[in-house]
């Protein structure tokens, strides 16, 4: 497979470049996709990978050519004479795509294909093959000229034709789509590549079995797409098996493992495995000399990979020198404007923009993308990210004005670019977060006086893939029937994840439970392919509904006069850069007026920012989530230095606000702000088109409204906690089976229960504890649609984030009754684990509420996405119908939690006796407040609590336990003496996410 994607190499059956002389079934090794995009000449004939060649027939023993319809497709064969002309002109056409004279070879290739017509027939198997072989000499030349477009049509009337005479189960199918991924892929469209790679996956395992050359090249260039589309962690384990495969079956020193090589050490790099990355990308450059000779396109990719991975580890000089000599060697390989010099330029120019190599990166900039854009257009990815970097180098030599207009170029096309990255909304996320230009454009508009404009960027840069997953769940072009089909894919696929952890995490490897294991496997792997492929056709049928992205006279309805929405903007600074501070502001935006930009300045001399200036905001957040004993002061400084830097600037654009809308990215993302000032009562929004989008849906009156309260979920079978020691700690958080009991969140919710009972809501709570807070009764729920009727959710548990695969971080209900999970596994039927991901919640929750908490340890956290903040349960629950959300920070104590949960139903319900002061608004007995003031007079109660007015409540925890994995320390740290709850680790990790009315 060919492929524009430069950052993995990726086996193809065509060639790419008239001066590769070598014929072979090759390799293209590529490099970083944040770099380049690199495309090497490749020659791959599949049959040469296979173990067994097909049998040549025997010639009929008649000089005369019987009628081909007179004969069956298999009796129709060559004569000697006739099977001598073709196999010489096979090896003409070899000849000549050796020499790169891919129009010539077309002649002998349509030559066959006639012969063969006229003895075999349009239904024969060879001529078929005829036909291909035409079919592929055509696309290679195309492939040459750059129109990808006409080669995409060529392939699709190829795969046509093999399925019609071929049938869907044949290996030549699986080459036709590995054929026409090749083409999406060069032109950057993943989205569409990907059910075909998919598809000729499941073909190359099911017709070859588990153990062949073809399904390792399958697996790899699968590995290439999903890599792209930002899943590091499975594309690094399909190119693993890949390359262990290609060893054990072809040797060490054989094309397909250098290109695996040069692959798993690009993905071990994205991972953060620095030591593996360079380890393989040696090898790889090792095994490149010897397999390919001194100078190749293989060895370009190569060098390139391992300057990448030394670059990670700052060796910047070895780099540098490994890129001018891929590059000298591209030059001698191929012509100047060719994508592979292009590609060379274009990673030694970011390697010298890092050393301040202004001048010779710009010229080198400035020459790839002139090859980029006359070669793919304006909407390629390639194109996209050589303006990216240009865009960026004029930033850093301080030429403003030149950085504006190539960042508003950079962002011509990148809209584009996103879409076909994925259907998926995490993956454009994630593409999102490592590419979009508009945060960047943003700092530059603020800098050049152009505030509107600069909020309307930052604005388009906020969200995007939570806001395509939420435009996607709210179109109605779907019908019912193509929204069951949908759905009954995705409850199959949430079953076979549930039987696959069942017997992966049960350690038992006895042949039955593995065997069963690979085979579920492959059949996950079969149901997602079936589903990208019926989310293509959805597409294509009713058109892509996108996010639209509010202005700011979207905003002026939804934002009161004593509001206001805080943003930042933080981009790391270069030595180099004629500004090093980078790019640091804040941003106010008000009902009314301009949004007010300010600069943010160091504690350095002349406000120039200092390495502790850029790691304060992470010291703060790591104190306030485990405070250490006795370090109050210092850390009390800590967030008053934060104070200064972040909301002192811009309190003069608050004048009169009372309720601060935060959006928590970047830097923020993980700082409550009511822990650095509590002059404001204080929500947050994931973007401030989420906080209108959430704020439009029509509200349902809380006082009426049913809850679903889960809590105390069983966590041990009988007896088996009083087994649990010390000892076993360190295993238990391994296997994430062990945890502490949380008697508190019994008594929370039993608490709330009240509460709604006292509101004289319509409805009865529905509360699950114990035993029957269980993950079957939710799922059940869930099946039947019973969750949509549910105003608020409220679920008290342990909580455990992922910080790699977000949507796999769980909550923890109850684990009973769970031993017989390997069992039910292995016959396949429903699988209960005890938990409920955040992937079951997007897929399979269906929610109508006002209000979800999660009162558990860290669910506000996850993976951490620029522009998104963490992705993880949020993102989850506002998809599946979630109006706001109350979510914690970091790990949070039992009781406290308990206190502040108590406290906060009560202002939102209106069911306290007595009057509250909230900053100047008095909150009478029997009123009910919104839910950010709610919230807001919560946290205010629970730091002044004293010990007095605590004991005589309740009677002290006999032990503080967080709702989080084992082990717990002992007691909480000390604040305040008088005031246990003082220290903001205890009130402020819970935020209110979304409508905060």
């Known amino acids: 497979m060919i492929t524009g994607c430069e950052w993995l190499g990726v086996r193809s059956r065509h060639v790419q470049h008239d001066r590769c002389r070598v014929h072979r079934r090759g390799t293209m090794t590529g490099a970083d996709p944040r770099r380049r995009w690199f495309l090497a000449g490749v020659v791959m004939a599949v049959s040469w990978a296979t173990a067994d060649p097909p049998q040549t027939p025997a010639p009929c023993e008649s000089t005369n050519h019987p009628r081909a319809d007179s004969l069956l497709p298999y009796e129709r064969v060559l004569v000697e004479a006739d099977s001598i002309r073709v196999a010489a002109l096979d090896a003409q056409i070899v000849e000549l795509r050796c ?25 024969h198997w060879e001529t078929a093959d005829a036909e291909a072989d035409r079919a592929d000499e055509e696309v290679r030349r195309l492939f040459v000229e750059g129109d990808y477009e006409a080669a995409a049509g060529v392939i699709r009337r190829q795969l046509a034709v093999r399925r019609e005479i071929l049938g869907d189960d044949h290996i030549d199918v699986a080459i036709s789509m590995d054929d026409l991924a090749t083409v999406h892929c060069t032109v950057g469209d993943f989205a569409a ?17 588990a153990d062949h050359p073809n399904l390792a090249r399958a697996m790899n260039n699968l590995s290439t797409v999903i890599y792209w589309q930002g899943n590091h962690e499975a594309a690094t384990t399909l190119c693993r098996e890949a390359l262990a495969m290609n060893r054990r079956l072809l040797g060490d020193n054989h094309p397909h493992v250098v290109t695996d090589l040069g692959n798993l050490g690009v993905l071990l790099g994205a991972t953060g495995d620095l030591t593996g990355a360079e380890a393989a990308s040696r090898e790889a450059v090792a095994r490149s000399r010897t397999v390919f000779g001194e100078q190749s396109p293989d060895l370009v990719g190569s060098l390139q990979n391992l300057a990448r991975n030394l670059r990670r580890k700052g060796d910047h000089a070895t780099a540098e020198d490994l890129l001018r000599e891929a590059l000298a060697m591209s030059l001698s390989l191929f012509d100047e404007e060719d994508a592979t010099v292009a590609r060379s330029r274009h990673d030694l120019a970011r390697q010298l923009t890092i050393s301040g190599d202004y001048g010779e990166a710009e010229y080198l900039f400035r020459r790839a993308l002139a090859s980029d854009e006359a070669r793919y257009g304006s909407h390629h990815p390639q194109v996209v990210f050589g303006r990216y970097w240009l865009a960026n180098l004029f930033s850093l030599q301080g030429r403003y004005a030149a950085a504006e207009t190539a960042w508003i170029a950079a962002r011509e096309g990148f809209e584009i670019v996103r879409r076909r990255t994925s259907l998926g909304w995490i993956e454009r996320a994630s593409f999102m977060g490592d590419w979009s230009p508009f945060e960047r454009l943003a700092a530059c508009l603020a800098r050049n006086g152009k505030p509107r404009s600069a909020w309307e960027q930052l604005e388009a840069h906020l969200a995007r893939g939570l806001l395509d997953a939420l435009s996607a769940r709210i179109s109605q072009r779907v019908t019912q029937g193509e929204h069951d089909i949908q759905k009954g894919y995705l409850d199959r696929l949430t079953s076979l994840d ?8 049960s350690g038992d490897s006895t042949v039955t439970p593995w065997t069963r294991l690979d085979s579920l496997r492959w059949e996950r792997e079969r149901q997602q392919t079936a589903l990208s492929l019926f989310e293509t056709d959805l597409a294509a049928t009713h058109g892509e509904l996108p996010g639209g992205v509010v202005g700011l006279e979207g905003l002026e309805g939804h934002l009161a006069e004593d509001e206001a929405i805080l943003a930042w903007i933080d981009l790391d600074g270069d030595p180099h850069a004629a500004d090093p501070n980078g790019e640091h502001w804040a941003c106010v935006v008000r009902k009314t007026g301009e949004p007010r930009w300010t600069r943010l300045h160091g504690s350095g001399e002349a406000g120039a920012w200092i390495a502790g200036d850029g790691e304060l905001s992470a010291l703060v957040g790591d104190e306030l989530g485990r405070p250490q004993q006795g370090s109050s002061g210092e850390e009390a400084e800590a967030r008053a230095r934060l104070c200064r830097q972040r909301i002192a600037p811009v309190e003069n654009h608050l004048s009169g606000v009372r309720h601060l809308l935060v959006i928590p990215s970047g830097w923020m993302a993980r700082i409550p702000v009511e822990a650095l000032t509590d002059a404001y009562t ?15 849906r029509l509200r349902r009156d809380a006082i009426h409204g049913a809850l679903l309260a889960v809590g105390d979920p069983a966590l041990y079978e009988p007896g088996q906690q009083d087994q649990l020691t010390v000892q076993d700690e360190p295993i238990a958080r391994l296997r994430s089976d062990a945890y502490l009991p949380l008697p508190g969140t019994r008594a929370e919710v039993e608490t709330i229960a009240r509460l709604f009972e006292d509101a004289n809501t319509d409805s009865v709570p529905t509360v699950m504890l114990g035993s029957n807070a269980r993950e079957q009764a939710l799922c059940a729920a869930a099946a039947e649609g019973e969750l949509s009727r549910f105003c608020f959710i409220h679920l008290a548990t342990h909580a455990v984030m992922n910080d790699r695969t977000p949507m796999q971080s769980y909550l923890v209900l109850s684990r009973e009754n769970l031993r017989d999970a390997v069992d039910r596994a292995v016959r396949g039927e429903a699988v209960y684990d005890g938990v409920i991901t955040a992937e079951q919640i997007l897929r399979t929750w269906r929610l109508d509420a006002e209000l979800v908490t999660l009162s558990a340890c860290e669910t506000a956290l996850g993976m951490e996405c620029s522009g998104e903040g963490y992705l993880g349960f949020s993102q989850a629950l506002f998809v599946a119908g979630a109006r706001s959300l109350l979510l914690s920070l970091w790990k949070v104590e039992d009781r406290a939690t308990r206190l502040l949960m108590t406290r906060f139903y009560e202002n939102m319900l209106g069911v306290h006796r007595d009057p509250r002061t909230v900053g100047d608004y008095q909150l009478e007995p029997g009123a009910r407040a919104p839910k950010a003031v709610a919230l807001h007079e919560a946290k205010q109660w629970l730091r002044t609590l004293t010990v007095e007015e605590l004991e005589a409540m309740e009677p002290p925890s006999a032990r503080i336990a967080e709702r989080g994995l084992v082990p717990v320390e002992e007691a909480p740290p000390v604040s305040d003496g008088d005031r246990p709850y003082a220290h903001p680790h205890f009130w402020a990790a819970f935020i209110l996410t979304g409508d905060p009315r």
């Open 682 to 696: 204080v929500s947050y929004a994931p973007s401030a088109t989420i906080f209108v989008s959430r704020g439009e």
């Open 498 to 505: 549930d039987q696959i952890s069942a017997i992966a995490q």
């Open 99 to 123: 020499q790169g004279r891919y129009a010539e070879a077309i002649v002998p290739a349509e030559e066959a294909l006639r012969t063969r017509r006229a003895i075999q027939g349009d239904d």
């Open 193 to 209: 590549a990907e059910p075909l790679l998919r598809q000729a996956l499941l073909l190359n395992r099911r017709l070859l079995g």
